[in-house]
């Protein structure tokens, strides 16, 4: 039995549930007879809601999908694979993260959606997650306003705060604003190995650079001037980041487990299952973890609130964390026609709506604002639609993913001591200048930090 036939039996219970509440009303989307589809997608934590909805839609229309199911690191090698390939690809809608999908589009590896179907759109209830999935090629950037739409987001990740409402009801605490709240909580709630009183990812990479974001973006940071309009001066190093870097150190220092360095999403998550983790920001596709019987010991008493912030008169610092989900030009014609049919299904109100009942994270404005956010079991849902008016689209070039692994090198130095937060972001600078020159973009950098 494979991984897909396996999880299938796992996940039929929940299937039936809301494809029964599903179908009371009327019916879903008729897209008629399509060939069978395969889609490359990632086994993240929101991967079983998007796997009931996918056997949902195969029950609903009688097509076929199969699920090639592949873990985070190994998803970026196979769909280059595919598209790549002097061959028919094997998927026919790949899933690819945000920081990667400009590679492809300027590769010219996909296949617009409206060359498939002229008459496509993505519903305005759509969550459009800083343009990710329009790309202009006479720019060089991802704008849906002058660019081609080449796909649309499985999922909208962003980070939510989450606390013990047992604990803090019990202790007396308030849900901290800031993050220097967030530290006052912390010595209360600090008594390592029983229990941590923040938590938040230190792992060298895109761990820390994203976890990170929380901070940079409500101090005011930025990593670069105004990309977007051509201008790719370096501002990393500058004292608002440095700010927020060293608010980012004293709070995995002084609240998280002795291996804050090296902390990771598995990590975190048990941490917070086990009832160690009292504070944490993390996914929103995490938060079904909290509430699964079979995994977690504190079920029902995790709750999500809003990021902190730098100060109480500023902003959550909200980076988009989403995926794409893009068909390869070298997919069958059969394929793409299959694809696009899921497409238009799956991103319906109806369609959306069981997806979230059935764990995943729905991108539609309309379903968040539905019913399911009066359910305690979506009781993360205002707080996310209070954060996404905040969302950023970061690192929206071709360099992203480089300028990624170069901040979540010197991050992480900066974490466990082994620079100084000022020296880390002044090398950073000169890694990312580099990375910007090497494209041809016009760029710079700010003067360096006193070190």
């Not at 076929?64 to 809608?93: I, Q």
């Not at 945000?98 to 617009?112: A, D, H, I, M």
């Not at 010197?410 to 880390?424: F, T």
């Not at 990312?432 to 041809?440: N, P, S, V, Y």
Request: net charge negative.
């Amino acid at each position: 039995m494979n991984f897909r036939d396996f999880a299938a039996l796992l996940a039929a219970g929940t299937v039936a549930a809301f494809a029964t509440h599903a179908t009371a009303d009327d019916s879903f989307l008729d897209v008629g007879e399509q060939e069978p589809i395969t889609i490359l997608i990632n086994a993240s934590p929101w991967y079983k809601g998007f796997e009931n909805v996918v056997a949902l839609y195969e029950e609903q229309t009688g097509n076929k999908v199969d699920l090639e199911v592949t873990p985070f690191d190994g998803m970026l090698e196979k769909a280059r694979s595919a598209v790549r390939s002097g061959d028919t690809s094997p998927y026919d809608l790949v899933n690819i993260n945000g920081n990667s999908t400009v590679e492809f589009y300027q590769g010219g590896f996909l296949q617009p959606l409206n060359e498939i179907d002229p008459e496509f759109q993505v519903p305005k209830e759509v969550y459009a997650f800083g343009d990710s999935g329009c790309w202009d090629d006479a720019k060089k950037f991802r704008t849906c306003a002058s660019g081609k739409l080449m796909g649309y987001s499985p999922n909208g990740n962003v980070q939510l705060y989450y606390y013990r409402a047992d604990v803090f009801q019990e202790k007396g605490l308030k849900v901290p604003t800031t993050f220097d709240e967030v530290l006052a909580n912390c010595k209360v709630l600090q008594n390592p190995p029983q229990s941590y009183g923040y938590l938040q990812r230190g792992e060298k990479g895109d761990s820390i650079y994203y976890d990170f974001m929380a901070y940079l973006l409500s101090y005011g940071g930025s990593i670069e001037k105004d990309a977007a309009n051509g201008d790719f001066t370096v501002t990393i190093n500058s004292p608002e980041v440095k700010a927020a870097l060293d608010k980012f150190i004293e709070v995995s220092k002084s609240c998280g487990p002795q291996n804050y360095a090296s902390l990771g999403q598995g990590d975190l998550i048990q941490l917070v299952q086990t009832g160690k983790g009292q504070q944490a920001h993390a996914v929103v596709a995490a938060f079904p973890n909290f509430d699964d019987p079979q995994k977690s010991a504190v079920v029902g008493k995790v709750n999500a609130a809003v990021l902190p912030k730098a100060n109480a008169d500023g902003e959550p610092g909200v980076a988009i964390g989403n995926w794409v989900l893009a068909v390869p030009k070298n997919a069958s014609d059969e394929g793409k026609k299959g694809a696009i049919a899921f497409s238009k299904w799956f991103l319906t109100y109806k369609a959306q709506y069981a997806y979230a009942e059935g764990g995943g994270i729905p991108v539609r404005e309309d379903v968040f604002s539905s019913d399911l956010k009066d359910q305690p079991k979506f009781r993360w849902m205002p707080a996310y639609q209070e954060e996404i008016k905040y969302g950023k689209q970061l690192l929206g070039y071709s360099e992203g993913p480089a300028v990624n692994q170069a901040l979540g090198l010197r991050l992480n130095q900066a974490l466990i001591g082994e620079l100084s937060s000022a020296a880390a972001l002044n090398q950073a600078a000169k890694d990312i200048e580099a990375i910007f020159k090497k494209g041809g973009r016009k760029t710079g950098q700010l003067e360096a930090l006193a070190e």
